[in-house]
């Protein structure tokens, strides 16, 4: 399903055919086509970190000495990065100008319901390409970049790089996390 600001409604295209042609024009743009198969190729690298995680090690507080509720456990860790990935696109589509809402944090009981999420959150990611073609991924000027919630000020290529680094940073911890637990 694809929605498209010019027909201001939602299209179904139900010829997988075309829905893989225009896939493949994000993935030929270097510069998009770049950010889009990083971002793809983080979350399934961390995906592959995750799979073999139960659902005891999941939900185990592993570190102890952080003050982070989003850093103790792989669960949280999890949670976080969903949220996380939804809440970047949202800064862009509100820099945009459409009126959208976060999302909440949405804890999930096992591996496979986080490999879920995190299919869907980049589906969510990759459609803001569908619904503006023509984004212009850098802004030199100070006063036109996006100002997310948190304080920082990025142009859109720069906050796709932070999502991208914010997934490998997340897949190294849980990877020490794993570490520390094997060698326990």
Not at 36 to 61: H, M, P
Not at 171 to 182: G, L
Request: charged share 30%; proline share 2%.
């Amino acid at each position: 399903m694809l929605r498209s600001p010019a027909f201001g409604n939602t299209l179904t295209v139900s010829c997988k055919l075309k829905k893989w042609s225009a896939k493949m024009n994000f993935r030929n743009n270097g510069a998009i086509g770049a950010l889009l198969d990083e971002y793809e190729k983080s979350l399934n690298e961390l995906i592959g970190t995750i799979s073999a995680i139960s659902e005891k090690e999941l939900v185990e507080i592993v570190d102890f000495e952080t003050d982070d509720e989003d850093c103790k456990s792989i669960q949280n860790i999890l949670t976080h990065v969903v949220q996380s990935g939804y809440t970047y696109i949202v800064e862009i589509r509100k820099w945009l100008g459409e009126n959208i809402e976060y999302r909440n944090k949405i804890k999930h009981q096992t591996v496979e319901e986080y490999k879920k999420a995190l299919k869907e959150m980049f589906v969510f990611s990759e459609q803001l390409f569908f619904d503006y073609p023509n984004l212009e991924l850098c802004e030199n000027d100070p006063k036109k970049k996006i100002k997310v919630r948190w304080g920082q000020s990025y142009d859109v290529e720069q906050l796709f790089e932070h999502a991208i680094v914010h997934v490998l940073r997340h897949r190294r911890q849980i990877e020490k996390f794993k570490e520390k637990k094997a060698s326990s």
